[in-house]
């Protein structure tokens, strides 16, 4: 399907171009509908919902007594069907920034859960029903939060293997979260759909409103519930009256009435990629040059840093739009394939090279 890999060289490498050369999810064909990314867009956002399938919620009490909500999916079986074993791997599923879980994410969770994989929703606080019990959010590229949840996830699945996906801004968290760890993030192996790698660039260059508009939206929406809470630390009206997401987010982490700070600063500390030279797991970024959402290629897609790096991968696609990657037949999403033939593949290599060089399995 015209797909380029990316990538530095590597014996992983070698062992990835293999791999998705093989899926089928990758061979193109004429169709002319994933040459027009808006109409795409406009079609996630008018399609009709689907039923939702089960999720059994946990909330998680963070250090600071704040929550955020964990879903785990059971699937449209009900409680007593789906879900792996003991060391079946757990699937990580990061929504966008706004934390809305969309029908794509619920898909690619999913079809993990029909492959063996125990799939669960990180959603951040005040997000997608979590109850906000401090007068705090969770600014864009901070992964305190996360942190604590995979730390739980790692006590509570102890002998699995633990990955992550991400979709849209939300993957700003996770390439955060990764610079950060470093060697301790306790994940796998991680990938991002239609990822926004800079951060203040993105808010800064502003989307089609088409995408803009509902987002905004929806974070008011979810934020006039704590309009009286979050009086105490920021000028409410003038949140719940921004026109922009620039403009929500530097008043709701910007201009607060305790800390100050400015936009300059804010993005100093929030940056996806940072820390992306700390990084030490595989990430595959599954982008297309047609993101209307994300920008031009040559301005927003961090090249050097798939030549440089021995553990970021760039499948890069010609057609694909934001977080669609549509086909025709059942799915009609390639990428949640790819990204599951991607996981299957890490999964492959690592037991190889564990049994070339006689290393112990970790207990």
Same mark, same amino acid.
């Given at each position: 399907?015209?797909?380029?890999?990316?990538?530095?060289?590597?014996?992983?490498?070698?062992?990835?171009?293999?791999?998705?050369?093989?899926?089928?999810?990758?061979?193109?064909?004429?169709?002319?509908?994933?040459?027009?990314?808006?109409?795409?867009?406009?079609?996630?956002?008018?399609?009709?919902?689907?039923?939702?399938?089960?999720?059994?919620?946990?909330?998680?009490?963070?250090?600071?007594?704040?929550?955020?909500?964990?879903?785990?999916?059971?699937?449209?079986?009900?409680?007593?069907?789906?879900?792996?074993?003991?060391?079946?791997?757990?699937?990580?599923?990061?929504?966008?920034?706004?934390?809305?879980?969309?029908?794509?994410?619920?898909?690619?969770?999913?079809?993990?859960?029909?492959?063996?994989?125990?799939?669960?929703?990180?959603?951040?606080?005040?997000?997608?029903?979590?109850?906000?019990?401090?007068?705090?959010?969770?600014?864009?590229?901070?992964?305190?939060?996360?942190?604590?949840?995979?730390? %739980?996830?790692?006590?509570?699945?102890?002998?699995?293997?633990?990955?992550?996906?991400?979709?849209?801004?939300?993957?700003?968290?996770?390439?955060? %979260?990764?610079?950060?760890?470093?060697?301790?993030?306790?994940?796998?192996?991680?990938?991002?759909?239609?990822?926004?790698?800079?951060?203040?660039?993105?808010?800064?260059?502003?989307?089609?409103?088409? %995408?803009?508009?509902?987002?905004?939206?929806?974070?008011?929406?979810?934020?006039?519930?704590?309009?009286?809470?979050?009086?105490?630390?920021?000028?409410?009206?003038?949140?719940?009256?921004?026109?922009?997401?620039?403009?929500?987010?530097?008043?709701?982490?910007?201009?607060?009435?305790?800390?100050?700070?400015?936009?300059?600063?804010?993005?100093?500390?929030?940056?996806?990629?940072?820390?992306?030279?700390?990084?030490?797991?595989?990430?595959?970024?599954?982008?297309?040059?047609?993101?209307?959402?994300?920008?031009?290629?040559?301005?927003?897609?961090?090249?050097?840093?798939?030549?440089?790096?021995? %553990?970021?991968?760039?499948?890069?696609?010609?057609?694909?739009?934001?977080?669609?990657?549509?086909?025709?037949?059942?799915?009609?999403?390639?990428?949640?394939?790819?990204?599951?033939?991607?996981?299957?593949?890490?999964?492959?290599?690592?037991?190889?090279?564990?049994?070339?060089?006689?290393?112990?399995?970790?207990?």
């Amino acid at each position: 399907g015209h797909c380029r890999l990316l990538c530095k060289p590597s014996a992983l490498a070698q062992h990835l171009v293999r791999s998705l050369g093989r899926s089928a999810a990758l061979r193109g064909g004429r169709w002319l509908w994933p040459c027009w990314p808006r109409l795409q867009m406009l079609w996630q956002l008018l399609q009709p919902p689907e039923p939702e399938p089960v999720v059994a919620r946990e909330l998680l009490q963070l250090s600071d007594a704040g929550l955020v909500a964990l879903d785990w999916l059971v699937g449209p079986w009900g409680a007593a069907g789906g879900g792996g074993g003991v060391s079946s791997p757990v699937l990580l599923l990061i929504p966008n920034a706004a934390g809305k879980v969309t029908a794509g994410l619920l898909q690619l969770g999913l079809r993990a859960l029909e492959r063996g994989f125990i799939p669960v929703i990180f959603n951040r606080r005040g997000h997608n029903g979590c109850p906000l019990t401090t007068p705090r959010l969770q600014p864009f590229g901070d992964p305190g939060d996360l942190r604590e949840a995979v730390t %739980y996830l790692r006590c509570r699945h102890p002998c699995a293997s633990l990955l992550a996906v991400s979709e849209g801004s939300g993957s700003g968290l996770l390439l955060a %979260y990764l610079g950060e760890s470093g060697s301790s993030s306790r994940l796998a192996a991680a990938a991002c759909l239609s990822p926004i790698f800079r951060g203040r660039d993105w808010f800064e260059a502003r989307m089609p409103w088409l %995408y803009e508009w509902p987002l905004l939206l929806h974070l008011k929406q979810g934020l006039s519930r704590y309009a009286g809470a979050l009086a105490e630390v920021v000028d409410t009206d003038r949140l719940l009256g921004s026109r922009s997401l620039r403009e929500l987010e530097e008043t709701l982490f910007c201009r607060t009435r305790s800390r100050p700070t400015s936009w300059e600063s804010y993005w100093e500390r929030n940056e996806p990629l940072r820390d992306a030279d700390e990084a030490a797991v595989p990430v595959l970024c599954l982008c297309s040059a047609d993101d209307p959402v994300r920008g031009p290629p040559a301005r927003s897609l961090p090249r050097e840093l798939f030549r440089s790096s021995p %553990y970021f991968f760039l499948l890069l696609t010609p057609h694909g739009g934001h977080c669609g990657f549509p086909r025709r037949g059942p799915g009609r999403c390639w990428a949640h394939e790819a990204v599951l033939e991607y996981f299957r593949a890490m999964a492959e290599f690592l037991r190889t090279e564990e049994r070339r060089k006689g290393l112990p399995r970790p207990r």
